[in-house]
């Protein structure tokens, strides 16, 4: 029995999928993608609940040192590298979500958390680590609470499994290779799993209700090395990559 997930959307990106994070309080989904040809990094908003594109492959002022630092409150926030040799990070951009203008920034501070309460950052202007609290909307400093939480966003990821379940090998004809990604989302089991066929590795995903395949896609093939995980699960959407240059969400529900 196959099951017709209603499909939220499907995008091909220009460049290739570099990093997704989530602002589930808005049901947001934030991609960066990066195009190493014309030395390019651009970002993108689209809605988890309905599909829309509020905006596609964005481009900044810095075209390749900088990168998504994560989303909350209808925010989007981006940091800057400090050189193409160095993975630090640098500055705070914020840009609105629905419409990609920047609403703030501020380049001598550095996020260190997303908490409940705001955007801690670092000033890197003093080599003693100083600390403030920021207001997510206008980059404000706050004065900082007693006690400070992180503010976690609701994801499931993926566990690896070194060795397959029985009930998977029975219905997969083709050699399984390497680890299995895998979410337990009742009634479902979603698995992603590297393939051997004709000498050639493929990347598929499958979804498993009562030992059955319900639902299957070829993310990746023909390809020479093991992909990382390619699906995450946020609320009842199932969001996952195919060919590092398509995005696809399925409500799970």
């Known amino acids: 029995m196959r099951i017709d997930f209603k499909l939220i959307t499907e995008h091909l990106f220009n460049?290739?999928?570099?990093?997704?994070?989530?602002?589930?309080?808005?049901?947001?989904?934030f991609v960066e993608t990066r195009n190493a040809e014309n030395h390019t990094a651009a970002f993108s908003s689209l809605s988890l609940k309905t599909g829309k594109n509020h905006f596609t492959e964005l481009l900044s002022e810095?075209?390749?040192l900088?990168?998504?630092?994560?989303?909350?409150?209808?925010?989007?926030?981006?940091?800057?590298?400090?050189?193409?040799?160095?993975?630090?990070?640098?500055?705070?951009?914020?840009?609105?979500?629905?419409?990609?203008?920047q609403v703030w920034a501020d380049y001598n501070l550095s996020a260190e958390t997303f908490t409940t309460s705001g955007l801690l950052v670092t000033d890197q202007r003093f080599q003693t680590k100083k600390t403030v609290l920021l207001d997510y909307k206008t980059g404000k400093i706050l004065q900082k609470?007693?006690?400070?939480?992180?503010d976690f966003q609701?994801?499931?990821?993926?566990?690896?499994?070194?060795?397959?379940?029985?009930n998977l090998t029975d219905l997969i004809a083709d050699?399984?290779?390497?680890?299995i990604s895998l979410v337990n989302y009742n009634p479902y089991l979603i698995i992603s799993l590297h393939t051997q066929k004709n000498g050639a590795l493929q990347q598929q995903?499958?979804?498993?209700?009562?030992?059955?395949i319900v639902y299957q896609d070829l993310l990746n093939e023909q390809i020479q090395k093991l992909q990382p995980e390619a699906f995450m699960v946020v609320k009842n959407r199932l969001v996952y990559l195919k060919n590092k240059i398509i995005l696809k969400v399925l409500n799970l529900s």
């Open 145 to 150: 609470p007693n006690e400070l939480y992180e």
């Open 205 to 212: 995903l499958f979804i498993l209700k009562n030992d059955e």
């Open 154 to 166: 609701q994801i499931t990821q993926p566990l690896m499994l070194r060795l397959p379940p029985k």
């Open 175 to 179: 050699e399984i290779v390497g680890e």
């Open 15 to 29: 460049g290739v999928i570099w990093k997704m994070e989530v602002d589930t309080s808005q049901e947001l989904l």
């Open 66 to 101: 900088i990168g998504i630092a994560g989303g909350r409150n209808g925010m989007l926030f981006l940091h800057c590298y400090s050189s193409e040799q160095s993975p630090e990070h640098k500055a705070v951009i914020a840009l609105d979500a629905f419409t990609g203008k």
């Open 62 to 64: 810095e075209k390749w």
